[in-house]
């Protein structure tokens, strides 16, 4: 009895600390959904289909957090290592720091009149 009863306490130790821990959801890799500013929103599909009215390719936008709170953010190109905090919701590059909000596995980071909206892949 003091064998089963020591076997269930330690199953429940270590479903209470696996349950505790655990990575952000945040975790992973995200491309962009959606671009706003001055309140004028294009999806994805419409930024391509501007670039291709030029004759350009469209570049890269894409964010990877990482599970210890390092990433990448690549916007029209340009690679930025950043840091981020799940528990603060902010990220961090060049020492610039930038709320940003995490709902329905899409992150959105908005600075004055920009918004950007990454879901996750």
């Known amino acids: 009895m003091k064998k089963a009863l020591l076997v269930l306490f ?3 130790l270590a479903l209470c600390l696996t349950s505790c821990g655990g990575d952000a959801e945040e975790v992973g890799s995200y ?14 599909k419409d930024l391509k289909d501007m ?3 030029y004759g350009m390719d469209m570049p890269e936008f894409s964010l990877t957090l990482n599970k210890d709170g390092t990433g ?12 981020w905090d799940a528990k ?17 596995k899409k992150i959105t980071i908005s600075e004055e009149s920009q918004t950007m909206v990454f879901v996750k892949k």
Do not use: R
């Open 10 to 12: 330690v199953l429940m």
């Open 31 to 44: 491309t962009l959904d959606s671009m706003s500013e001055n309140g004028e929103t294009m999806s994805m």
């Open 51 to 53: 670039y291709a009215a």
């Open 72 to 83: 990448k953010m690549v916007v029209m190109g340009e690679t930025k290592e950043i840091t």
């Open 88 to 104: 603060a919701k902010t990220m961090t590059a060049d020492g610039e720091s930038i709320k940003y909000t995490f709902k329905d």
